[in-house]
């Protein structure tokens, strides 16, 4: 038996007990989630150390520190602040999108209480 949540029937329940403005509201973000995973497999694929499991979702995760993770949010901010369609030079992709992916993995090891080494 997995203790792993079913997203797929999560999100469907989270649709079927929606109202119209609450079910608009789920697409966005399963729209936001399909753009910024562009980000994540870039990331993947610049750091391959990662085997089945992120780095983020690990305590001693490359880059994972509260300081270099919240620099990458305001830089990210920064390059797409009255300019959304902005493009990181390295990956080519919308800074948006990093700063949606950045924020992400601050929130997600913040919930699960992932503690990088260094913010100790």
Not at 47 to 63: A, E, M
Request: charged share 25%; hydrophobic share 35%.
């Amino acid at each position: 038996m997995s203790l792993e949540p079913d997203w797929e029937d999560i999100l469907k329940g989270q649709i079927a007990q929606s109202s119209g403005c609450r079910q608009r509201i789920v697409e966005m973000l399963m729209e936001t989630i399909i753009d910024t995973m562009e980000v994540f497999d870039f990331g993947a694929k610049k750091h391959p150390d990662s085997g089945d499991t992120p780095n983020f979702l690990t305590p001693n995760g490359n880059k994972c520190e509260v300081k270099t993770r919240g620099s990458s949010i305001l830089r990210h901010a920064a390059q797409c602040f009255g300019n959304v369609k902005a493009t990181d030079d390295e990956s080519n992709l919308p800074h948006m999108l990093h700063l949606i992916a950045s924020a992400a993995i601050l929130y997600i090891r913040d919930k699960r209480k992932i503690i990088h080494p260094e913010d100790c």
